[in-house]
C-alpha cells in the first residue's frame, strides 16, 4: 500500500515521503495512529503543492537574509568600556553587548550569531563574523573605546 508520511517515522522515513509498505503495517499502525495516510492521486497533488510552496517561502527567506548580510558588512559598532588607570580594562565585551549595539543600529541579530572565540578584554578595533546562517556571513567592525 502507497502512503503519505504525515511525520516522521523512525525506521521508515521522513515526514512528506511516498512510500510503499505492507498494508498491515498501513493500516495497523500508520494511519491508525494518524501518522501517514493513503496516498491518492489528491493527497499526492497536495503533497506537492505544498512542497513547492515551501521550497518559495525558504528561497524568499535565504534571498532576504543574505541582503541583510549585505547591509550589515563592514557595519561600524563603536562600545565603551570602563578603564583604569594605564588603559586596563575592567570586564570585557561580549556578543550580548553587541548584539544590542547592533540592534540600535537597526540589524536585530542573535547573540549567538555572533562569533566571538573569547570575550574582548582589551581597548581596539576588531573584525567579527556574524553567521546569520550556514554559508552567509557578514563581517563587522567592533571599536572598543575607554568610557
Excluded at 499526492?44 to 541583510?68: D, H, M, P, T
Amino acid at each position: 500500500m502507497k502512503v503519505i508520511l504525515k511525520q516522521d517515522v523512525k525506521g521508515t522515513g521522513k515526514k512528506g515521503d511516498i512510500l510503499e509498505v505492507s498494508d498491515g503495517y498501513a493500516k495497523n499502525f500508520l494511519l491508525k495512529k494518524g501518522l501517514a495516510e493513503q496516498a491518492s492521486a489528491v493527497a499526492v497533488n497536495s503533497l506537492k503543492i505544498q512542497k513547492e510552496a515551501e521550497e518559495r517561502r525558504r528561497a524568499e527567506e535565504i534571498k532576504a537574509i543574505r541582503e541583510l548580510a549585505q547591509k550589515m558588512d563592514h557595519c561600524k559598532v563603536t562600545l565603551s568600556i570602563k578603564c583604569g588607570e594605564n588603559g586596563k580594562v575592567f570586564g570585557s565585551v561580549t556578543s550580548k553587548e553587541i548584539a544590542l549595539k547592533l540592534a540600535e543600529s537597526g540589524f536585530d541579530v542573535d547573540k549567538k550569531k555572533i562569533l566571538l572565540k573569547d570575550p574582548i578584554k582589551t581597548i581596539g578595533e576588531y573584525t567579527i563574523e556574524v553567521r546569520l546562517m550556514e554559508k552567509v556571513s557578514a563581517k563587522i567592525i567592533v571599536c572598543v573605546v575607554p568610557e
